[in-house]
């Protein structure tokens, strides 16, 4: 499986930006698909992950209203919208693939190279 992020960039805070991961070499919807991030100087954390059985999405408290995951399942792709961004969102992003959505780096068993967000004052 091999998982290519694209979408990061430099957007000023409030801006918009939206994450996209193209899955291939594996069945796409056997998995489940989820979005971590490194801040600066911070260990890499979860922040979202759609479920393969029944699609259902989880966010950790900082994105919930803000960013939305969803999955094409058409075009082996998950994207990840982010609205209302804020300096700390600042960090570099990835994409992950893994059987189900859990919040420990771990349990997931694919990675994307990481793209990074920036998002300025």
């Known amino acids: 499986v091999q998982l290519v992020e694209a979408g990061g960039g430099l957007v000023q805070a409030g801006g918009s930006l939206r994450l996209s991961c193209q899955f291939s070499?594996?069945?796409?919807?056997?998995?489940?698909l989820g979005w971590f991030r490194r801040p600066p100087g911070k260990e890499r954390e979860f922040v979202s992950g759609i479920n393969w059985r029944d699609g259902k999405d989880h966010y950790i408290s900082s994105v919930r209203d803000r960013f939305t995951i969803s999955r094409d399942n058409n075009k082996n792709m998950v994207y990840l919208q982010m609205n209302d961004l804020r300096p700390e969102d600042t960090a570099v992003y990835y994409c992950?693939?893994?059987?189900?959505?859990?919040?420990?780096?771990?349990?997931?068993?694919?990675w994307g190279q990481g793209t990074q967000v920036t998002v300025s004052t």
């Open positions: 070499g594996g069945t796409f919807t056997s998995y489940s």
């Open positions: 992950a693939a893994g059987a189900v959505v859990v919040n420990t780096e771990r349990h997931w068993t694919y």
